[in-house]
């Protein structure tokens, strides 16, 4: 049973790892089972993750007691040209989560997107996006953390938080 984990900054080495909460974030459903090369080849994924760390990107990694990660919150600026699921506009940050499976209801996913919209926020953006497959028990964090609907997708939900 997880019981303590602390919040540090991602770093370069992370990426990896980002890339593992890439597909917890695919595969959210019970028994949900996109094949990991699968989701990590896919574009439509590939591009939160490939060339962790360029400028701009900004993350945190929840770790359990042995140092291991177990979850972690990151954003990216998407170009116009290679929008993300949750693009909105030029400047807005899109945010992406992942949590492992044991840690998901402990509070881990609350803690790592307080920290990366304070972040946001210090880093002067007025706005942070993320898009969530409608169904997503995660929706609900969402609304508890200040993000609203903006957009209904095919299936999926684009939601805006106010930083300022």
């Given amino acids: 049973m997880p019981v303590s984990f602390r919040v540090r ?8 790892f980002l890339g593992d909460m890439v597909v917890e974030a695919a595969n959210w459903r019970q028994g949900g089972a996109r094949p990991r090369h699968e989701v990590l080849t896919h574009p439509d994924h590939n591009r939160y993750i490939s060339g962790w760390m360029r400028p701009g990107d ?8 042995q140092d291991s990660p177990v979850g972690a919150a990151w ?28 840690w998901r209801a402990h509070g881990v996913g ?25 169904g997503n028990y995660a929706q ?3 609304r508890s953390e200040g993000f609203a609907l903006t957009q209904a997708g095919h299936g999926r939900d684009t939601m805006v938080k106010r930083l300022r």
């Fill in 75 to 102: 954003y990216r600026m998407l170009p116009r040209s290679d929008p993300g699921f949750g693009y909105i506009g030029t400047g807005v940050p899109e945010l992406i989560i992942g949590v492992r499976p044991l």
């Fill in 140 to 142: 609900t964090l969402y």
């Fill in 58 to 65: 900004a993350g945190f990694v929840a770790i359990d007691a």
């Fill in 110 to 134: 609350r803690a790592l997107l307080q920290r990366l919209c304070e972040h946001a926020r210090a880093e002067g953006y007025g706005r942070i996006s993320l898009s969530v497959e409608r």
């Fill in 9 to 16: 900054p991602a770093t370069q080495a992370d990426g990896a």
